[in-house]
C-alpha cells in the first residue's frame, strides 16, 4: 500500500520556526518522480509551496523563498521542509506530494501561525 504520511505541524508564533516531515512507505519510492509541498488556506485553493526535483534542485514559490527550505533524505525515504520566519499568511493545512498533481498525497498537516 502506497502512504504517505506527514508530521510536524501545530501553532507557532509569528516569526517563529517548524518543520514539517513526509514519510514514504509502499511502492513509493523519494528521489525517482520529484517531490513538492502544497498548502490550502480556509477559503482560498490549494498552491504548491516549494518542489524538488529528481536530481535534488530546489524551487520556490515567491513568498517562501528565502524563509522555507525542501529537503530529501533518500535513505529514510522522507521530506521534509523547513519553515522559519513564519508569518500569519503561512497558515494552511500543508500537505506532501510525490510524483505531481495526479500522484500521491499525504493527509496533510494543520500550521497555525498566530499570536
Known amino acids: 500500500q502506497v502512504r504517505l504520511v506527514e508530521s510536524g505541524g501545530g501553532l507557532v508564533q509569528p516569526g517563529g520556526s517548524l518543520r514539517l516531515s513526509c514519510a514514504a512507505s509502499g511502492s513509493i519510492i523519494f528521489r525517482m518522480n520529484g517531490e513538492a509541498w502544497y498548502r490550502q488556506a480556509p477559503g482560498k485553493q490549494r498552491e504548491l509551496v516549494a518542489y524538488?526535483?529528481?536530481?535534488?534542485?530546489?524551487n520556490y514559490t515567491d513568498s517562501v523563498k528565502g524563509r522555507f527550505t525542501i529537503s530529501r533524505d533518500n535513505a529514510k525515504n522522507t521530506l521534509y521542509l523547513q519553515m522559519n520566519s513564519l508569518k500569519p499568511e503561512d497558515t494552511a493545512v500543508y500537505y506532501c506530494?510525490?510524483?505531481?498533481?495526479?500522484?500521491?498525497w499525504g493527509q496533510g498537516t494543520q500550521v497555525t501561525v498566530s499570536s
Open positions: 506530494n510525490s510524483g505531481g498533481p495526479k500522484g500521491a
Open positions: 524538488i526535483t529528481t536530481g535534488g534542485i530546489p
